[in-house]
């Protein structure tokens, strides 16, 4: 096992001639992806890997300079995908995930065939004619929450984030991998989501896109979904599913699987 694949857990599930990678969002590890790769093993390569950060990683590796911007997560998949020796994949990624893929499909297209984002947003922040979801006075106190106590945060966030109470399994199992973060690591990595501005990138997208959104997401208005869908400058897709929460593939995997196998399998007609 090469040097990336150990710091970020990576491993290789099924086979096939077509490599589906999946990326994970923030206060997850790659464990959230657990009801959708029994249905992709059988007819595919399967890459599942850990974000630096993420709780299953080593915290010492984690390095703030590089990850204070989202273009280090992206230089991290590129090396994956490079030390796999990936000539090229599908990638599906959830929220912060999905933006690091458009990120390294801008500078290494060739990697990748389709991406398909779940989740994605590329700013967070509301401006002038857009709309993010999130005024700075929200994010700053999302800040102060997490520094003053980072175990209440989590239990306060994790039901929100997911859509249900403290007792559904989704919940219980978003709040175990979100608490595993150490919390300066966890505040670092959100606040470099919350800050980041990846709209003028979106024009220089040339994969395609297909873009899944959840009808009700805390952090991700359904507006936002249409937005990359206008601003990407690739051929794009959107799908709204008639879900509630920002991790859909973890609280609805009846809705969601079926979905994902869709869009993974079909490509868009131009």
């Known amino acids: 096992m090469g040097i990336v694949e150990e710091a970020h857990n990576v491993k290789i599930l099924g086979s096939g001639d077509q490599t589906i990678v999946l990326g ?9 992806w657990k009801h959708l790769v029994p249905h992709l093993v059988d007819d595919h390569r399967v890459i599942i890997y850990d974000n630096m950060g993420a709780g299953t990683t080593n915290p010492d590796y984690f390095d703030f300079e590089r990850y204070a911007t989202l273009e280090g997560f992206a230089y991290d998949l590129i090396a994956i995908l490079e030390e796999l020796q990936v ?5 599906v990624g959830h929220s912060v995930s999905a933006m690091v893929g458009v990120v390294a499909s801008i500078t290494r297209p060739d990697l990748f065939t389709k ?3 779940i989740s994605a947003s590329p700013r967070y922040l509301n401006d002038v004619d857009y709309y993010g979801g999130f ?3 929200d994010i700053e106190q999302l800040f102060e929450a997490m520094q003053s106590n980072f175990k209440a945060w989590c239990s306060g966030f994790a039901p929100l984030a997911v859509g249900g109470d403290m007792e559904s399994v989704a919940v219980q199992e978003f709040s175990r991998t979100l608490f595993n973060m150490r919390p300066d690591i966890a505040l670092s990595v959100a606040q470099t989501i919350f800050r980041s501005d990846m709209r003028h990138l979106l024009g220089h997208v040339t994969v395609p896109c297909h873009i899944i959104q959840s009808i009700k997401d805390l952090a991700v208005p359904v507006v936002v ?13 959107v799908e709204v599913m008639s879900t509630d929460g920002h991790l859909p593939q973890l609280s609805s995997p009846d ?3 079926p979905v994902l196998l869709r869009h993974i399998r079909f490509d868009i007609v131009a």
């Open 255 to 257: 809705v969601v699987i």
């Open 87 to 91: 000539v090229s994949c599908i990638f």
């Open 135 to 137: 005024e700075l006075e």
């Open 115 to 117: 991406i398909i984002t």
């Open 225 to 237: 979904a249409e937005y990359l869908h206008q601003n990407f400058g690739c051929e794009s897709i």
């Open 24 to 32: 994970h969002g923030f206060g997850t590890d790659q464990s959230v």
